[in-house]
């Protein structure tokens, strides 16, 4: 299995150009299988999970051509054997629920795999579809079925505000042409570049960034040509890693709308950083790096919370930047129970974090980390080590890369370039 090693200790400075949106590209892929024209979808990243979801459309009949960052999609039959091996290798293959009970009525699908970040629940997607008229169930080998002879619109009001379930909804009404609303939806970039790519292709959808979405299908969906967004949780790690090791960072690719979201985070560790033109993000090498106290002089807390909110996926960043900022801050992940676990790994790297229960800890800062052997759990724990290598002096192992490649596209050329001294071994 292959590795990462890294010699820390030096600051990073250039310039990235950020990939677009994985979490976006997957349902977009899904997505394809509601026409039977082309669909072409630009900005890609190049990762892991892409391939992997290409190729379980593939089994499903599709044909897919790549062009660097750019697929070429045309659907086939939509009947095949999903393996069970290629589903458990990727969280968003549960995605293919709602388009394929869209165009055949019936779901038969193997258990979904992903990140082993806790309980991440599949009750949220089967209780949309109950609401519109589903038969769902799990069977004794743990394959979800889902059946349905025709899809009634509804009023769907969803138990939490689930990115997945929210996805799979959009498409399992995209294709029925009486109006239904689902409230509580999830608000994500990537759920509304679904929307906007449906509305491409003959939806009506109101609501669009909003907890309230409001559908209208249609009987034929058409082909169309839709560009990712960027992947702000790409422009997120690069925040972090760029503070953690003093450096400075210029990065391309970058929508504005994301950074209100990502700095609800960072400013309270005393970490700034701009938009200097329309696209590029600025995160300069002078930093306060002290971490704010409440108004009432108590410790702050970071704590995640669905879009506009700062993000789950950023909780494992945060951690480790936290270690080189000075002062204390207590973090609360609310999301997912089993995210935090990776924290044993920093402090046996010699940070000083209390690990307070599965979902909150305390970080004391700043303490110089220690290079270490060290094993990623998940893509963005992953990344968190990587940081924390950066950041000591001497020669870190970082193993099971396999999850982080799952989320970040060309990462060992990318970190080359900035100065990192990196290697995959």
Same mark, same amino acid.
């Not at 659907?75 to 999903?82: Q, V």
């Not at 990776?342 to 010699?350: A, C, E, P, V, Y």
């Not at 759990?377 to 963005?380: H, I, K, S």
């Given at each position: 299995m292959s590795s990462y090693k890294i010699i820390g200790g030096k600051?990073?400075?250039?310039?990235? =150009?950020?990939?677009?949106?994985?979490?976006?590209?997957?349902?977009?892929i899904a997505a394809t299988l509601l026409t039977d024209e082309q669909v072409i979808l630009k900005n890609v990243p190049s990762i892991k999970d892409v391939s992997v979801m290409c190729d379980l459309l593939i089994d499903l009949g599709s044909t897919i051509k790549r062009e660097k960052n750019t697929l070429i999609i045309q659907?086939?039959?939509?009947?095949?054997?999903?393996?069970?091996e290629e589903i458990g290798l990727v969280r968003g293959s549960i995605l293919l629920m709602g388009p394929l009970l869209a165009t055949l009525k019936k779901v038969k699908l193997p258990p979904p795999g992903g990140d082993v970040i806790g309980l991440r629940r599949i009750d =949220?997607?089967?209780t949309g579809f109950e609401y519109l008229g589903c038969d769902c169930n799990i069977d004794e080998k743990g394959n979800l079925n889902i059946e349905c002879d025709n899809l009634n619109n509804n009023h769907i009001f969803l138990d939490e505000a689930s990115v997945t379930a929210t996805e799979n909804l959009l498409m399992a009404c995209s294709l029925t042409s009486e109006i239904s609303i689902i409230e509580n939806a999830a608000c994500e970039p990537h759920v509304q570049d679904l929307c906007n790519m449906l509305v491409k292709m003959g939806c009506k959808i109101e609501g669009i960034g909003s907890n309230l979405l409001k559908i209208k299908g249609s009987k034929k969906l058409h082909g169309c040509e839709y560009t990712l967004g960027c992947d702000y949780m790409e422009v997120g790690s690069l925040i972090g890693? =760029?503070?953690a090791t003093k450096g400075e960072l210029l990065l391309h690719n970058v929508q504005s709308t994301i950074i209100n979201s990502l700095n609800l985070g960072y400013r309270k560790l005393g970490i700034e950083f701009k938009m200097v033109?329309?696209?590029?993000?600025?995160?300069?090498?002078?930093q306060k790096k002290v971490i704010q106290k409440s108004l009432n002089g108590l410790t702050n807390k970071i704590d995640d919370a669905p879009w506009p909110g700062f993000p789950a996926d950023l909780l494992s960043i945060v951690t480790v930047c936290a270690t080189q900022m000075k002062g204390t801050i207590l973090l609360h992940e609310k999301m997912f129970e089993s995210r935090m676990y990776?924290?044993?790994?920093?402090?046996?790297?010699?940070a000083d974090i209390i690990l307070c229960d599965p979902h909150r800890a305390i970080v004391n800062g700043p303490t110089r980390l220690q290079p270490a052997i060290v094993t990623s759990?998940?893509?963005?724990a992953g990344m968190a080590l990587v940081i924390a290598a950066t950041c000591s002096n001497g020669e870190s192992e970082i193993q099971n890369i396999y999850q982080i490649e799952r989320g970040y596209e060309n990462f060992e050329y990318k970190l080359g370039s900035i100065g990192i001294d990196i290697k995959k071994v």
């Open positions: 600051p990073v400075y250039g310039e990235i =150009t950020v990939s677009g949106n994985k979490n976006a590209a997957l349902p977009l659907s086939g039959n939509r009947i095949g054997n999903l393996k069970k =949220t997607h089967f890693l =760029t503070a033109g329309k696209s590029d993000l600025l995160i300069p090498k002078k990776f924290i044993d790994w920093l402090i046996r790297m010699g759990p998940d893509v963005r």
